[in-house]
């Protein structure tokens, strides 16, 4: 078997675009990827024509050989545009073995070690008394973890950290209040805040309130987290923004987080994503993968998910709480993983278990869609 093409699709479906890649195969076989750089889809899309120019000819069987050689065969090595496009596709080579030799992906992982996956949801709403009755109406729907937005998390212009941090407090301990003791309950910053920020937010709430604090700063310096870990207790989530496994290695050695939020369609794809994982759980870090993306991310991420032993939850953005993103559009995606309450199951279908409207989804046109710039008051700049 030999690959014959690389074909991307950069296409808008629901709110957002989604870049799938398609890898073609001599014998008819064909499997499905997806990249994860949001926003920058056209970047990558640059960067798979570069990798298609030799993966021509090659035989897909080979994703460790394959993935070594795209990472490696050039000076100016990784980065997120890079890994971004060997993500595709290695999630589409494992696609095809998969599918060639009539076995689920995860049995290409080292088989099955649970047979659903536990999801965690989003509230939506700004804090107040609606993002409460969210958190309610996700526990009715059987949910037992779930992730709370910030104070303006959706302004598109102006955005000031401090004039929302007590507000936000606030409101996590009324959502606390709300739902009792046994709900996980955390939170998304968006690594918006500073280290005192996120650390006066924090001592803004009882011991107790969150289980987890999901990016609160950003990730480019680990001993800034340190200085953070110093200044509160609260569990840290993050690393959906790393694009390999050398990213994750002074988090993960230094013991600084609790939860990898790995993005499997920017860390390198499923072969990246199992070396993180494994190296994860020599220091009891859990995998609580990032997952805002399609229904190709999903499914790549289901499978991840299910063959790794220390996992906590799966991010879904198809809860009763977020019916506005349309990410998963079963027009274009007729066959894909469906959540059953708050439960993703396993697919016991050959390669990903996903289906692929090409034909629909070739006549979609890209928009181009850019991250609100946002300032601050003073007219600096600040992190979205």
């Not at 595709?88 to 095809?96: N, S, T």
């Not at 990032?290 to 220390?310: D, I, K, R």
Request: proline residues 6%; aromatic residues 10%; contains cysteine.
């Amino acid at each position: 078997m030999k690959i014959t093409a690389i074909k991307s699709y950069a296409v808008k479906v629901g709110i957002r675009n989604q870049l799938l890649v398609k890898v073609e195969t001599d014998e008819g076989i064909f499997g499905w990827g997806e990249s994860g750089l949001s926003g920058r889809e056209k970047a990558v899309v640059g960067a798979l024509e570069h990798y298609a120019e030799f993966l021509r000819g090659r035989d897909p069987f080979k994703i460790g050989a394959l993935w070594q050689e795209m990472y490696r065969s050039q000076y100016f090595e990784g980065g997120r545009v890079l890994q971004a496009a060997i993500s595709a596709i290695d999630i589409a080579l494992y696609d095809i073995k998969g599918k060639a030799l009539g076995v689920p992906v995860y049995e290409l992982l080292g088989g099955k070690q649970r047979d659903r996956i536990p999801t965690f949801a989003t509230t939506f709403a700004e804090p107040g008394p609606a993002m409460v009755e969210q958190a309610q109406m996700l526990v009715e729907h059987g949910w037992t973890a779930m992730r709370l937005s910030p104070s303006g998390h959706e302004h598109k212009e102006i955005y000031e950290p401090r004039e929302h941090i007590a507000t936000t407090a606030k409101w996590c301990v009324k959502t606390r209040e709300a739902l009792g003791d046994d709900v996980v309950l955390g939170i998304d910053y968006h690594h918006r805040l500073t280290v005192a920020e996120a650390a006066s937010f924090c001592q803004k709430m009882p011991k107790g309130t969150l289980d987890f604090l999901e990016e609160p700063i950003r990730d480019e310096s680990p001993s800034s987290y340190e200085a953070l870990r110093r200044m509160t207790d609260i569990p840290f989530a993050i690393g959906e923004e790393f694009a390999s496994k050398w990213q994750f290695q002074p988090y993960i050695e230094r013991d600084i987080h609790q939860f990898n939020r790995l993005d499997v369609c920017n860390v390198g794809g499923l072969t990246e994503s199992m070396k993180v994982a494994a190296w994860s759980e020599t220091h009891y870090v859990d995998m609580m993968p990032h997952n805002p993306l399609g229904p190709v991310c999903t499914a790549a991420t289901v499978h991840f998910s299910a063959a790794v032993p220390n996992f906590s939850w799966l991010e879904t953005r198809n809860s009763p709480a977020e019916t506005h993103l349309g990410f998963d559009n079963s027009d274009f995606f007729p066959v894909q993983p469906w959540l059953e309450g708050a439960y993703y199951p396993v697919s016991d279908t050959p390669g990903l278990g996903i289906e692929v409207n090409e034909e629909l989804i070739a006549r979609q046109s890209f928009e181009f869609w850019e991250a609100p710039h946002l300032k601050r008051r003073d007219g600096s700049v600040t992190n979205w």
